[in-house]
């Protein structure tokens, strides 16, 4: 009604169904054919739409290996009790020096294509949303890594593409 349009459905050959769109003006055609992929791409992200969660090692560069580890007494939340732990090496960069360096751009480039993904997914809704950054203690998921793990070391490669896959992640508040 809001582009003055005729709307109705047509099956085609196929058993796919076809959208067929009539107006007086090809305009008004143009303009309800915009709202309908609009739409279509709204109800799409809502279906399929999923959080993605972007973990970055800021370390990385200090060490090879990860050991997951009993969670110390000072943990703010002890339900969780697995947190994986990078084990320095000595041929790598001296422990701490991140801190004092900037993000890789490879690291930049992937913070970027997540807030792009985020922003991709509620682009079609009205109203106001939060943008959060989360910086705090990780834990493993007790879901898939159980207290068995404890003491068992991975390659970090490896590591990451765990976490970043099937188990994930928990971010407890400090």
């Not at 890789?104 to 682009?123: G, M, Y």
Request: charged share 30%; net charge negative.
């Amino acid at each position: 009604m809001y582009d003055e349009v005729f709307i109705s459905l047509a099956q085609s050959g196929s058993e796919q169904w076809q959208i067929q769109i009539e107006a007086y003006d090809a305009l008004r055609v143009y303009l309800a054919e915009e709202h309908v992929h609009t739409m279509f791409d709204k109800v799409r992200t809502n279906a399929f739409g999923v959080q993605h969660t972007l973990n970055i090692m800021l370390d990385e560069r200090e060490g090879l290996d990860i050991e997951l580890q009993e969670a110390e007494r000072w943990w703010p939340n002890r339900t969780d009790k697995v947190v994986p732990r990078l084990l320095h090496s000595p041929i790598m960069d001296t422990a701490g020096d991140f801190r004092e360096e900037g993000l890789h751009s490879i690291q930049l480039e992937s913070l970027q294509h997540a807030i792009k993904l985020a922003f991709e997914h509620v682009r079609h809704r009205k109203g106001a949303y939060d943008f959060v950054v989360r910086l705090g203690c990780l834990a493993l998921n007790p879901k898939h890594v159980g207290e068995s793990q404890v003491g068992k070391t991975y390659e970090k490669g490896t590591f990451l593409k765990d976490v970043n896959g099937e188990i994930g992640m928990d971010v407890k508040k400090w």
